[in-house]
């Protein structure tokens, strides 16, 4: 099977492909349009002609502050940006959601592996080694906080897959997430150092 990720996205776009997380995609005159899914039907945005232009966009939210997760449902709007091909789609849709495209082909492949919090943490050292010492009933918390800020459907679970399958469709591709982030992590290091300081 072909791990060409540009010709399959290429042709998940003319089977029908519109919208990935926040974005709409749409076939233009020009290639393709991209948009924030909110923007429907303005003749008002901002155009943008170069792939490279969604990195800026990606980075920062309305108010311009930073973006540290970039599949929060935080996305700038005001902008279309038209690109030739689907090679520049790919490029586009990478710095909005990095390495979701690839996620989504691995996926579709079979391919992809689930990897549950306890293997993550596990492979933890330094100064992340105490998240090991996480409890269940922490990272039930902190998974529903910090989780819940995020537009990807969790394939994994504490110690064992999420037994519920994404929702795929022909015209929307999911944002998979296959491992807990570093921002969890990071978070999960936060309340265990909270809990051995506490009396």
């Not at 003319?14 to 303005?42: K, P, T």
């Not at 689907?86 to 579709?108: C, E, I, K, N, Q």
Request: contains cysteine; proline residues 5%; glycine residues 6%.
């Amino acid at each position: 099977m072909s791990r060409d990720l540009i010709a399959a996205l290429a042709d998940w776009l003319v089977r029908g492909g519109e919208s990935l997380g926040q974005i709409r995609i749409a076939h233009v005159h020009e290639g393709w349009e991209l948009r924030h899914a909110e923007d429907a039907g303005r003749t008002d945005l901002a155009l943008h002609k170069n792939a490279e232009a969604a990195r800026q966009l990606a980075n920062l939210d309305a108010a311009g502050n930073f973006r540290p997760l970039k599949t929060a449902p935080n996305l700038v709007r005001g902008w279309r940006l038209v690109l030739p091909d689907a090679a520049a789609v790919r490029v586009a849709l990478d710095y909005f959601y990095p390495a979701m495209t690839g996620v989504w082909l691995s996926h579709t492949r079979g391919e992809l592996v689930p990897v549950v919090l306890r293997e993550t943490l596990g492979r933890q050292t330094g100064m992340y080694r105490v998240t090991q010492k996480l409890a269940d009933e922490e990272a039930r918390a902190l998974i529903g906080s910090v989780c819940a800020g995020c537009l990807k459907h969790r394939l994994w679970e504490i110690a064992a897959p999420n037994p519920e399958s994404p929702v795929l469709t022909k015209d929307r591709l999911p944002l998979l997430c296959h491992e807990a982030c570093n921002l969890l992590v990071a978070k999960a290091r936060e309340v265990v150092k909270k809990a051995e300081v506490s009396p």
